[in-house]
């Protein structure tokens, strides 16, 4: 069965320092993978998607992502952090042939001013 | 903008009481999936409806869960009897169909539910 570890269940950075977020998926012929935000006490919101094609991925507030099919990874990156950046972040992966979501633990990225 | 609704925002009930959600995809959306996302933890699939059709209700606990979408459009999650281990947030989510990974999921703002 298809699963998402997401190694970094906190991540602390500093107001305008770059960050990374990593996420790694259990092997598949073919996936679809995401991120997701969410703010406390709201649902999720789609940050961005890979289906196919480029295996770079932009999202929406200045995140992007890459694909690496070698190492099973979709690594979320965003090159100067904000204020209102501070979520759970969740890595989610489905198998290209279901349409089912199976969502990581989440990481808590966490902005110091 | 069209959102998904749900009722309550906030549930709070004493063990082996009922409890139930309601929520409202977005207008035309034929699939409605109800999550259950504890504390620390990612979401996990209960239920996915295709229209009225249960598609997937494999990690639904059905001695005490039950879900039901009618006529396709609104749905509702109860619980019966609720148990301390049921306090989480359960998340509902809607797209226009289930096989196009093209089709994205839009969560509503979820029901934290407190079991004491």
């Known amino acids: 069965a298809q699963s998402v570890t997401q190694l970094d269940s906190q991540v602390p950075v500093f107001e305008e320092a770059p960050v990374e977020l990593r996420c790694n998926y259990s092997?598949?012929?073919?996936?679809?993978l995401f991120w997701y935000v969410q703010y406390p006490n709201q649902g999720l919101q789609l940050l961005l998607k890979y289906l196919s094609g480029s295996t770079l991925v932009k999202g929406i507030n200045g995140f992007e992502a890459e694909f690496n099919k070698s190492q099973t990874s979709f690594h979320l990156r965003k090159p100067s952090v904000h204020i209102s950046d501070t979520a759970e972040y969740f890595c989610a992966v489905r198998d290209s042939s279901a349409s089912k979501i199976i969502f990581g633990s989440g990481t808590r990225l966490s902005i110091r001013p | 903008e069209a959102e998904v609704a749900q009722s309550p925002r906030y549930k709070i009930t004493e063990k082996s009481q009922a409890v139930a959600f309601w929520c409202d995809p977005i207008s035309g959306h034929a699939t409605l999936y109800w999550y259950r996302q504890i504390l620390g933890q990612g979401p996990e699939l209960l239920v996915q409806f295709q229209d009225e059709s249960v598609v997937d209700d494999s990690q639904l606990p059905k001695d005490r869960f039950s879900a039901e979408r009618l006529k396709g459009v609104d749905s509702t999650l109860k619980i019966q009897p609720a148990e301390l281990g049921d306090s989480a947030m359960y998340l509902c989510?809607?797209?226009?169909?289930?096989?196009?990974?093209?089709?994205?999921?839009?969560f509503g703002p979820g029901t934290r539910l407190t079991v004491l």
């Open positions: 989510a809607s797209s226009l169909t289930s096989g196009d990974a093209y089709n994205e999921q839009f």
């Open positions: 092997s598949s012929v073919s996936v679809y």
